[in-house]
């Protein structure tokens, strides 16, 4: 009996600090103003892992505690009631989400589906320390038994995240990307130019008007987080006349001409694009003398694409 009221005891307290950490914890008064300005925000659909393999800095930590925080309930709560693996995930998720309302009505917090899965996944684990050790006399063999069962569970969740999570990419030439219509770059024998003085050797491709104007169009669609980069200007033994317009979907996203390059005839080099918004064509339109060279682009991918 006394057993039973110790672990209440500690379930109590433990429970405690978990509901003062998630509501009153890390500032949260101080940042409700900008929880009130910002409005109710329900975030529904997971966007990111769980856990990567570790790293120094604190967003893993934040994330390795939203696992670590809830293990002792899978150990604690069947101790005080035994109860089934179904009934007991049901319940947690339940409350977890009730408790991930009552932050975002309280402007505390979010309503955030990654905290839930995480919270979740930490209950989960300490369900199955509780089964391997915690569900008959507990031994020093048991106690060892259960501590490897969490840190391999860890791992695990680790593994599966390294597995499902989405990387920047190496920087890829664009003709890597399906062509829809129009001309394609030069990819072979590019020739050299010179622009104010500095001889351009491309490595990649080089995109130039050769008639009234030059289409280059590209089919981006389904691909995440995309970033072009590129080199442009207008050669100094070529009329310093032209313009390059990038539409993305009809719209146009970026135009540069003759006027912006008056200066030094051409911009800061590699010219950055992001394209975080969801695209199905990207087109590249050039008039005039204005050349692009080495047009390469990055986009989130996983370790096996």
Not at 136 to 161: E, F, G, R
Not at 222 to 241: A, V
Request: with cysteine; proline share 4%.
């Amino acid at each position: 009996m006394k057993k039973q009221h110790l672990i209440t005891t500690i379930t109590i307290i433990y429970t405690a600090l978990t509901l003062y950490f998630m509501f009153l914890g890390f500032n949260r008064l101080e940042h409700r103003s900008n929880y009130m300005d910002a409005g109710y925000e329900f975030l529904i659909i997971p966007s990111s892992v769980p856990l990567n393999f570790p790293s120094f800095r604190f967003s893993w930590l934040y994330d390795f505690g939203n696992i670590a925080a809830f293990i002792p309930f899978g150990i604690l709560f069947p101790l005080i009631k035994k109860v089934n693996f179904g009934k007991f995930i049901s319940w947690f998720i339940i409350v977890i989400l009730g408790l991930e309302i009552l932050q975002t009505l309280t402007y505390l917090g979010t309503f955030d589906a990654d905290d839930i899965m995480s919270n979740t996944i930490g209950a989960l684990i300490g369900y199955v320390v509780y089964k391997v050790g915690f569900t008959s006399k507990l031994t020093c063999m048991k106690i060892i038994a259960s501590c490897s069962t969490a840190i391999l569970l860890l791992v695990c969740v680790m593994c599966v995240s390294e597995i499902l999570d989405k990387r920047v990419s190496s920087k890829q030439p664009l003709q890597h990307i399906e062509e829809t219509m129009g001309k394609k770059p030069l990819t072979k024998d590019i020739p050299n130019f010179t622009i104010t003085g500095d001889t351009i050797e491309p490595q990649f491709n080089l995109y130039s008007n050769e008639n009234t104007s030059q289409t280059y169009t590209y089919n981006v669609e389904g691909k995440e987080e995309l970033i072009f980069y590129l080199n442009l200007g207008i050669p100094d033994t070529e009329e310093f006349k032209g313009k390059v317009t990038i539409y993305t979907d009809d719209s146009v996203r970026i135009q540069i001409d003759e006027e912006y390059l008056t200066e030094s005839r051409t911009l800061e080099m590699p010219l950055e694009i992001p394209l975080f918004y969801e695209t199905k064509e990207m087109t590249i339109v050039i008039t005039g003398n204005i050349k692009l060279w080495d047009v390469v682009f990055t986009e989130l991918k996983h370790w096996w694409e």
